[in-house]
């Protein structure tokens, strides 16, 4: 369980954009990256750009050019997995090859769905099912216990939703009526790709879409999975097997695991009130259907060129992507996801380096030192409770660049050349379910990164109460020796202490120092902060934006860490004695830039745990005095936000 910071800036500091000086009291965003987004252009395959994608994009244009290298044979793999990534990236890319096998590759796959009758066929399957990684109508995983994160726990879930939320599913939304078409004529048209007629394509793709809408009334809204916290409901094993009599779950994890477990963890337990009535034998055509739908859309991705275009449709729609990526970028990112580890340890290596890995690495340090003379000098939390925080801060494990060593997992990811791109992708697939299950009975490996070091981005882990902040995260605008210490403030001290914030927000507040789901509040205090959080949900609840209106409840989480963050931020650049908070200011809002499709707006809108990134920018700024006083924001200014409105939890 993690917690992302969505960090989208420009590939330049604040000095480096033309400011509307005549905007900075009216809308900060606007006045540093109005004239930019005027010029702006989304990319066809693209959904957005900006900051935050120029970065992806660069990275990936150096990779693919170093990859060519190594294709080429002029840039020798540093180590056993890079190797075999070059042949997995070699298969991706031999587009003729996987035209010439077209849909052969799945359809063993397919014929051991086709091949059941009833649910008793299923249930007689149902462990290799899950080690195939085939589509149930219960999911099964193997995670940290929330309330003992040194040992795992099983957690038993919901499967997921055609539509991007529940919400979408409601009588008024109007989102479904154009969204399922799309994906009813996409569906139908990868089922007739691989054999099926029209007619019976049609039927079961129309009985796919009718078990989703029965399944849709039972799971949690992206709003109700935001409270993380509410997603440990232990159950005895015993009593969520009683819930149906089509599968039995305790003999296949029996031979999933080799153990029973005797408690299992559901996050979405009013699911498995209804999944009886669910898994009927009424029901069993649809469900069939429903997963030999699913099947084919997973798996097209690597099967031919047209498989990839076409199931890519519905996607774009979501998001408002105009086009494919091109066959070049979409092996590249099919290789890299599978091998994303591999990718990251030589990125990071490369350029990143041990130097700037320390570097940075006393930057957080010196970033947790601000964070815990703040809460020292905090003025509504008890003693008590805050000598447990600063506890809990003294605790937080820092990881920084990319890991020491490249998990043990992909040392098994041996490609075969003389099999289709399908056939070793799924054995990758397989390889890594039981790498999951193998989890059960054993430690938690606290040293495993969840993001490689070529990911944009950065995040907190309740579980482990650790922060990491990959390579790719640690340059301009965010970080850079050219930039002024206030900028970089206003760039990557904001990050990481947006990331510390996170170990005190509404979700992580509730971890103790060792991870553990533990409340270490007294109740006075307790009290006080979920008001104060009350407060920063109002303060974004209902703002308008792209035809829609924030979400509050469903952003706070990060609300509360962005605001922890810019001011602890803030204090740590004071503390310089190049102090420019004009900079800082400017570079926090560059760090926003974002130019998106309506559609993808509205998509995050529904579901991303993050305000907007012009909301993110603007919003919080308003908060802290010295904005107003750097910019001499005045009543009636639109950034001006009264002294009593001014929300201020860390």
């Not at 699911?271 to 029901?283: E, M, P, Q, R, W």
């Not at 937080?396 to 060593?405: A, N, Q, S």
């Amino acid at each position: 369980m993690r917690f992302n910071h969505f960090a989208t800036g420009s590939t330049g500091g604040a000095d480096a954009v033309d400011i509307d000086e005549t905007q900075l009291t009216q809308d900060l965003y606007e006045a540093v990256n109005g004239q930019w987004a005027a010029n702006a252009t989304i990319p066809g395959d693209h959904s957005s750009t900006g900051g935050f994608m120029d970065l992806v994009d660069n990275i990936e244009k150096t990779l693919i050019h170093d990859f060519a290298d190594l294709l080429a044979g002029t840039l020798k793999p540093a180590n056993a997995e890079m190797g075999e990534f070059k042949k997995f990236y070699e298969l991706a890319r031999d587009y003729d090859q996987r035209d010439a096998n077209g849909a052969e590759p799945l359809k063993p796959l397919l014929a051991k769905i086709e091949n059941l009758k009833s649910f008793a066929d299923l249930n007689a399957n149902l462990a290799d099912w899950y080690r195939q990684g085939l589509p149930v109508p219960i999911e099964v995983g193997v995670d940290p216990d929330m309330k003992d994160t040194s040992n795992y726990a099983l957690y038993v879930d919901a499967p997921g939703l055609i539509l991007p939320d529940k919400t979408y599913y409601a009588k008024d939304n109007p989102a479904a009526k154009q969204l399922l078409p799309i994906y009813t004529q996409m569906a139908t048209k990868l089922l007739t790709m691989v054999g099926y007629s029209e007619a019976d394509a049609a039927t079961k793709v129309e009985q796919t879409k009718q078990f989703d809408a029965l399944i849709a009334p039972h799971v949690k809204s992206s709003e109700e999975s935001a409270d993380y916290v509410k997603m440990y409901n232990p159950f005895p094993l015993k009593d969520v097997d009683a819930k149906t009599d089509k599968l039995d779950l305790s003999a296949a994890l029996q031979d999933l695991l080799g153990d029973t477990p005797e408690t299992v963890i559901l996050p979405q337990p009013t699911y498995f009130d209804a999944v009886g009535d669910l898994l009927s034998a009424d029901n069993f055509p649809l469900v069939k259907s429903w997963m030999l739908v699913k099947t084919v859309i997973a798996a097209s991705g690597t099967l031919s060129e047209e498989f990839r275009q076409v199931s890519g449709t519905y996607g774009r729609a979501l998001s408002g992507q105009k086009e494919a990526r091109s066959q070049a970028k979409a092996a590249y990112r099919l290789a890299t996801t599978y091998f994303d580890q591999v990718v990251g340890d030589y990125y990071g290596r490369r350029y990143f380096g041990e130097t700037a890995k320390a570097d940075v690495r006393n930057m957080v340090l010196k970033m947790a030192g601000v964070y815990q003379n703040r809460l020292k000098s905090n003025d509504w939390l008890s003693a008590d409770t805050r000598q447990k925080a600063i506890v809990k801060l003294q605790k937080l494990t820092i990881k920084v660049g990319y890991p020491d060593k490249i998990n043990p997992l992909y040392a098994k990811f041996t490609v075969n050349p003389d099999d289709s791109l399908f056939a070793n992708a799924q054995r990758f697939d397989e390889l890594a379910l039981a790498d999951n299950f193998g989890h059960w009975g054993q430690p938690v490996d606290r040293e495993r990164w969840d993001m490689s070091a070529n990911t944009v981005n950065a995040y907190y882990s309740p579980s482990n109460n650790e922060i990491v902040f990959p390579a790719a995260i640690l340059q301009a605008p965010f970080y850079s020796l050219k930039q002024s210490s206030s900028q970089n403030y206003g760039g990557i001290g904001a990050v990481i202490a947006h990331e510390i914030s996170h170990a005190f927000d509404n979700n992580g507040a509730q971890f103790d120092e060792f991870g553990n789901l533990n409340n270490w509040w007294t109740d006075a205090d307790l009290a006080h902060f979920k008001d104060l959080s009350q407060a920063m949900i109002h303060e974004f609840d209902g703002i308008p934006f792209a035809g829609q209106k924030v979400n509050g409840t469903l952003t706070v989480s990060e609300n509360i860490a962005d605001a922890g963050g810019l001011s602890c931020a803030l204090e740590a650049a004071k503390s310089e004695d190049d102090v420019d908070l004009r900079g800082f200011f400017l570079n926090w809002a560059n760090i926003w830039r974002m130019k998106a499709t309506t559609e993808y707006m509205q998509l995050l809108l529904s579901i991303d745990v993050h305000a907007p990134n012009k909301l993110r920018a603007d919003v919080q700024v308003k908060n802290l005095d010295d904005f107003y006083s750097t910019f001499n924001v005045q009543p009636g200014d639109g950034m001006y936000l009264a002294p009593d409105q001014r929300v201020k939890i860390w």
